[in-house]
């Protein structure tokens, strides 16, 4: 019975190895096909940078960004977690850090509306105090991010109409080491320190790119650039960390896993020596009985 019991227990934990390493080997795979994109996307955020400014360079054009409302601001807060388990505290830690780096803007919990996209960070915002303007699911195909990232703007701009936000920020975990780190970045409005910077800089080449459209038409269709790679970007950089999480976490578990069979299998060939000697020694006593019995026998 000990055996038998054994047999079943190295059978069912092998079948958990295998199942483990199918879950490694997608998200090693997913995590590639991420970082190419987000690889492709920062490539793309270089040549939009280089957009704005050979607008900037242009004569007779000039954008001043809005100063940021220190005291009381209301904030609306995209935050990008995760559908999907075996990520640890994925998305409890986002929603704390979400709430202390708001706190710390200066906006009351009463200040803070948030989007949430994932459905796990819409239940924990929830039962956090959250105020959820609304909630979307996020898809592992990267092909969707993109119309995703339309969805969420054109729902950013409705509130900002409605509510007049003084900021929106993008709360998301980016991969770090061996697991992942909560990160903000501000979408709205434009980074004021980095715009001004880009105005006064000058334009390196020999001539000042021609521009045959409006000006003000090129500023919005760039700014509308600007909104979706920042916000795809951290949709792909938060999908990267957590297949990142899940791929380190599964790779622990395959070594427990591994660790755990080989005790199975020690301690069952163990149990099976133990019987191969107890069957020994049963043949060894029979013959020796039958021995002196013959010997007793006149």
């Known amino acids: 019975m000990i055996q ?3 047999q079943r227990r190295i059978k069912t934990t092998t079948d958990l190895q295998g199942i483990v390493r199918t879950m ?3 998200s090693s795979v997913s995590l590639g096909q991420y970082e190419k994109a987000l690889n492709s996307l920062t490539q793309y955020g270089k040549t939009l940078h280089e957009a704005f400014h050979g607008l900037f360079a242009q004569n007779f054009f000039t954008y001043t960004p809005p100063a940021i409302k220190t005291t009381a601001p209301k904030i609306l807060a995209i935050v990008i977690g995760s ?9 409890k830690e986002l929603l704390s850090y979400t709430k202390k780096t708001c706190q710390e ?4 919990q009463n200040q803070i509306r948030l989007i949430g996209i994932g459905k796990r960070i819409a239940a924990f915002g929830k039962s956090m105090d959250f105020h959820l303007v609304n909630a979307y699911p996020i898809s592992n ?6 119309t995703l990232a339309g969805i969420i703007l054109t729902k950013i701009d409705q509130e900002i109409s409605t509510h007049h936000f003084d900021l929106v920020e993008i709360f998301y975990n980016k991969q770090q080491n061996i697991s992942f780190a909560p990160q903000m970045r501000q979408l709205m409005p434009l980074p004021r320190n980095e715009l001004l910077k880009l105005q006064k800089m000058p334009w390196e080449g020999k001539m000042i790119p021609l521009i045959t459209t ?3 038409e090129l500023f919005s ?6 909104f979706s790679i920042i916000l795809i970007h951290a949709l792909t950089s938060s999908l990267a960390a957590e297949h990142f999480t899940r791929m380190n976490h ?3 578990a395959e070594k427990n896993i591994e660790e755990k069979l080989n005790d199975l299998n020690l301690e069952y060939q163990q149990a099976r020596q133990n019987q191969i000697t107890d069957e020994l020694i049963d043949i060894v006593s029979g013959a020796t009985a039958i021995t002196k019995k013959k010997l007793l026998t006149p």
């Open 141 to 146: 195909s990267i092909k969707e991010i993109a």
């Open 24 to 26: 490694k080997m997608l």
């Open 250 to 252: 599964m790779q622990q």
């Open 83 to 91: 559908d999907n388990g075996l990520v640890g505290r994925f998305n």
């Open 4 to 6: 038998e019991e054994l």
């Open 105 to 108: 803007l200066g906006a009351s």
């Open 214 to 216: 409006g000006k003000e």
């Open 221 to 226: 269709a760039l700014l509308h650039e600007y």
